[in-house]
């Protein structure tokens, strides 16, 4: 159905849509060039004099200059940067290659226990994160823990440091760990439509010039499915990036991530609306970029996703 | 005689060289590196930023875990129960105090201040500002929480405060209003600003759901005469005074600047600091901020008085102290740091740079005097500091929560104020009852 | 098929499946086991002492945990009510090809691969009583200004979500829309049919599986909103926006009740378990209606 002439009043209605979708967003990010003063004073809308200093702030140990305002670097974004990105890249590449690898047995065998699997897999998906803040708080604390005295804990405790019995608790491999467990229903849910939709014969015809089940799924099924990757991909980052609760409750002072951070900085004792403002742009620029670059993806994620549901 | 030469040098320098090691009670510990965990609070801010000075002095290393306080509680909870701790250092809330005690988490400081290794003979610690060290400091003594006979020390205060009455000198004298002395005058005042000053609300008050507004409720209920429990630990929360304190707090939140409700003390402070309060009676530790012109569009215009009276004076008592983990690693070293930094040279360093004074001395020296124009006032306000403004008990965390979402409730429900009050007063009997308080009735 | 062959699904599905298990079923299994004890966060589990049906029996007379249920189903009802009809009015007026719609379809995504914690910044910035830009517009308006997060943190906070979900059920309900059957629409169209009469017998219908699924996938998605409260308000003032989620977080850190905070979670898990079970019905008998009806309406033109 194709509107040669349509209703001129529809263009306005996007423009307003786009600018309330937008809208926050611009204003934060205007809001993160402004300095405290301008903000809380209310000089009002764009016209303000830009100053890098609330990103200078937020950067300062990363920075190779000491700004010029700054008494010490308390704010410490660099390093939460750093512990995010490990955390949200590895969990990601995790969540896809399991995944991916037991959505492909879900979907091409036929064996004992398949429909139980299916099943469970689809009901944990709606678990919520803050269901899993005890048990996780309890386990990654107690429980998982290699004993100080054994060889294997001493050998951590001599390369990495730190005391007492060595806990996933505080470690990346406790965070990602839980974040893989999150967003393996997802992943498995959705990128099983796509493996639906992979031709047999060609899987047949590989296997018939001798390639073998595994090298089939890697050489044939993966690259295939690729558009159905990059959406789960999108969605396990978006997760693994943003995600708070559970983090907060598992990392330590070496393993906070963004997130964590910015909430820490909010319920603090003046707030200083500059800094965060630049803090939350930080936080929000890699899914902003994958937004743009990869809208298609994620309206192909979300609707494999969701009406397959 | 060449000779002789030698051997007088080498003894000489042997002498200078052993007094040397002798006078430097850290050089043990150069090199240790200290982890401790502080508040993202302005005191601590400041004794971030003296710091270096401490290790370029003593060789001991710091690395500082800054987290906001009830998130450095809830970290708290967890390492401090661990066999072996991260944290050498730890700052705590007053009203952490009764857990960590009851738990056995904190290290007894008797033991340092026996070490004559340690312990600083010109420590003089009859300088500490009495009120902080039994509220902070001590445990053990009556009620269990207070000093007593059978109290002792767990911490040292640092970053400990108490509540002053600030307002714009300003405005109070625009309209020949006088500064309140009493309860009376002060919720007269209060209601009055708004119909003076169109715009401007009377004061600003902590008043957000939770700790914030169980906070702001205390702050009223000592002065006014109310307690929250009696000597025998039946709550009496919901005795008139206890109504006088919750309407108090109404009023003030009712008259004060837009969207008082869900102020924390953030808010609160940004709200007087850009010129929509008149008035903001909360921690001393808030007013170095007012006075930098920075941060602040009220730099130079407040004026600080003593927190009205009621039925008697007392201001309240809160803030932080520092205490060593009992599963530490460093602990000698970190009671050095916990001395230096509260020596009379590391709290003046720390006051300069914009923290709160723990020594009465601090207070009367004539450079602080001389930065900050309330020192006096402060050093004042400090007599009548009130270490039992609100109970330090295992169980208070429940209670301070449930007091808290109640009255945010009577804000912004407008909930009747003895019912709201009996109900809590009911509920913490329970508690009370739980946690064994009533056994020996 | 040798022994190998058998063992290549397993093989496959093992890695994933371990993981789950340590990292969701056990813990799971864990803290239904823990509900039953008096937990607190300095403790191992095995250190803890049963206490049978306490911690559920005391929740259940728990004014504030009933409070915060309350909040719970109100926040994730008016919000999916108000995101399905926003969402599906704006999909059926903008189901054309207009130049533009695939900027905003992109620009629609944003609020929803922000950050929970960003999106409460900001709005808890925008909602600031006196530094917030709603206020200064209402008013540089000449209106006063509206107490957001105060009184009306509730309505705040629902609309915040809202502006960040719309997009979601939108982009869902403009997905189905154009993969309806063109061919019944225009027979429709043919015999005469209102555009009114073509939303509301052909198009709504068609689409009802879809949308069914997508509005329940959205309440699961609303019954686990926290991070965006707990910047936003911390649940205040009062108990007005303490969902559930956020309750369950504060009983553990705050309270140290890690054994009732175990139990809360479970009276959640027990709701969405519910639900679930309602999405799978509704759609596979939706599924079933909407192949008829397609069939039919098919064989009629």
């Known amino acids: 159905m194709l509107d040669k002439h349509p209703n001129p009043a529809f263009y306005p209605l996007l423009a307003a849509l786009i600018f309330m979708a937008v809208g926050p967003i611009v204003l934060m990010l205007a809001n993160s060039f402004k300095l405290d003063v301008d903000i809380i004073s209310g000089t009002s809308g764009l016209i303000f004099l830009p100053t890098i200093q609330n990103y200078e702030t937020a950067l300062c140990d990363i920075l190779w200059y000491k700004p010029d305002h700054l008494d010490f670097c308390q704010l410490k974004f660099g390093g939460s940067f750093i512990n995010s990105i490990i955390i949200a890249l590895i969990s990601t590449v995790l969540t896809l290659v399991l995944g991916a690898m037991a959505a492909y047995a879900l979907v091409r065998f036929r064996f004992l226990g398949r429909d139980t699997a299916s099943l469970t897999t689809l009901l944990v998906r709606m678990v919520p994160p803050a269901v899993l803040l005890v048990p996780v708080f309890g386990l990654w604390n107690n429980d998982f823990c290699i004993g100080k005295n054994t060889s294997f804990g001493e050998f951590l405790r001599n390369i990495f440091g730190g005391r007492g019995d060595v806990c996933l608790e505080g470690t990346h491999s406790g965070i990602i760990l839980i974040y893989v467990a999150m967003n393996l229903p997802f992943v498995i849910w959705i990128l099983q439509s796509f493996i639906l939709q992979v031709p047999r014969s060609l899987e047949e015809a590989a296997k018939v010039d001798g390639a073998g089940t595994f090298q089939v799924f890697f050489k044939i099924v993966l690259p295939l499915i690729q558009p159905g990757i990059a959406a789960a991909a999108i969605f396990t980052f978006r997760i693994a990036w943003n995600e708070y609760l559970l983090a907060s409750a598992l990392a330590d002072r070496d393993t906070k991530t963004v997130p964590i951070l910015l909430v820490n900085n909010v319920s603090e004792f003046n707030i200083e609306w500059g800094v965060i403002m630049a803090t939350g742009m930080l936080l929000a620029i890699p899914p902003i970029i994958f937004t743009l670059f990869a809208s298609r993806q994620i309206i192909t994620g979300m609707t494999a996703g969701a009406v397959k549901g | 005689m060449q000779i002789l030469k030698v051997i007088m040098y080498t003894a000489i320098s042997t002498v200078v060289f052993a007094s040397s090691a002798f006078a430097n009670p850290y050089a043990e510990y150069e090199k240790t590196t200290l982890v401790v965990n502080f508040p993202a609070f302005p005191h601590y801010n400041s004794i971030v930023s003296v710091l270096p000075e401490f290790t370029r002095e003593t060789g001991i290393e710091v690395e500082v875990d800054q987290l906001p306080y009830l998130k450095m509680r809830e970290r708290q909870t967890l390492e401090l129960a661990q066999e072996e701790g991260d944290y050498d250092l730890i700052s705590y809330v007053v009203f952490s105090k009764a857990d960590y005690v009851y738990a056995d988490q904190l290290e007894n400081l008797a033991k340092y201040f026996m070490n004559p290794k340690l312990a600083d003979p010109n420590y003089d610690a009859e300088d500490l500002i009495d009120g902080y060290v039994q509220n902070i400091g001590i445990a053990g003594g009556e009620k269990g929480y207070l000093p007593g006979p059978t109290g002792s020390l767990f911490g040292l205060p640092s970053g400990s405060e108490t509540s002053v009455l600030m307002y714009r000198k300003d405005i109070f004298e625009k309209h020949g209003i006088k500064v309140p002395e009493t309860y009376q005058e002060l919720l007269k005042v209060v209601c009055q600003i708004p119909e003076l000053e169109p715009g401007m609300g009377g004061m600003a008050s902590r008043a957000a759901s939770g700790h914030q507004a169980s906070h702001a409720f205390l702050l009223h209920l000592a002065p006014l005469g109310g307690k929250v429990f009696d000597n025998n630990w039946n709550p009496v929360i919901n005795s008139a005074e206890g109504v006088a304190a919750a309407n108090a707090l109404k009023t003030i939140v009712d008259c004060g600047p837009e969207g008082a409700m869900a102020f924390g003390p953030s808010e609160a402070a940004a709200s007087f600091a850009s010129g929509q309060a008149a008035m903001f009676m909360d921690s001393i530790a808030f007013a170095p901020g007012f006075e930098d012109p920075e941060k602040s569009q009220v730099a130079g215009k407040v004026g600080y008085a003593l927190h009205p009276k009621g039925v008697r004076r007392a201001s309240q008592t809160g803030g932080f102290g520092i205490a060593i983990p009992r599963n530490a690693e460093n602990k000698e070293a970190a009671f050095l740091l916990m001395q230096w930094l509260t020596s009379k040279r590391g709290d003046k360093l720390i006051a300069m740079a914009g923290g709160n004074p723990s020594r009465f001395s601090t207070y009367a020296d004539p450079e602080i005097q001389e930065k900050y124009p309330f020192a006096k006032t402060f050093g004042e306000a400090l007599r009548y500091a009130d270490p039992d403004w609100r109970p330090i008990i295992p169980v208070w965390g429940k209670i301070n929560a449930d007091i808290g979402t109640t009255m945010s409730k009577v804000l912004t429900e407008g909930l009747d104020l003895q019912e709201a009050l009996d109900g809590v007063a009911g509920r913490t009997r329970g508690i009370m009852e739980d946690a064994g308080y009533y056994t020996w009735q | ?301």
């Open chain 3, 1 to 301: 098929m040798n022994t190998a062959n058998r063992l290549t699904p397993y093989l496959f599905l093992a890695p994933a499946a371990i993981i789950m298990i340590i990292a969701l079923l056990y813990p799971l299994g864990y803290m239904v086991y823990g509900s039953f004890r008096d937990w607190n966060p300095a403790q191992a589990l095995s250190e803890t002492e049963f206490v049978g049906l306490k911690n559920y029996i005391s929740l259940w007379n728990d004014a504030a945990f009933r409070e915060s249920l309350g909040v719970t189903l109100t926040f994730a009802f008016f919000c999916v009510f108000a995101e399905l009809i926003l969402g599906v009015g704006l999909a059926l007026l903008l189901d054309r090809k207009l130049r533009g719609m695939s900027v905003l379809r992109t620009l629609f995504i944003l609020p929803m691969m922000i950050a929970p914690v960003v999106v409460g910044l900001m709005w808890r910035y925008m909602y600031h009583p006196t530094v917030g830009t709603f206020n200064r517009w209402l008013e540089s308006a000449g209106i006063n200004g509206i107490d957001w997060l105060g009184r009306n943190a509730l309505m705040s906070v629902i609309i915040a979500d809202i502006w960040q979900w719309t997009p979601f059920i939108f982009i869902l309900a403009l997905a189905a829309l154009q993969s309806l059957p063109q061919s019944a629409l225009e027979a429709a169209r043919i015999d005469g049919a209102t555009s009114w009469q073509l939303i509301w017998h052909i198009k709504l219908p068609l689409m009802m599986p879809v949308l069914i699924v997508t509005g329940l996938l959205r309440l699961i998605d609303a019954f686990k909103v926290l991070e965006v409260i707990l910047v936003m308000t911390e649940g205040g003032p009062g108990l007005s926006t303490e969902i559930v989620a956020l309750r369950i977080s504060r009983t553990a850190t705050e309270f140290r009740e890690l054994g009732v905070a175990a139990a809360m979670s479970n009276y959640l898990l027990v709701i969405l378990l519910l639900l679930t079970l309602v999405m799978f019905t509704f759609s596979r008998i939706q599924e079933i209606r909407a192949q008829r009806a397609a069939k039919r309406i098919q064989e009629e033109s």
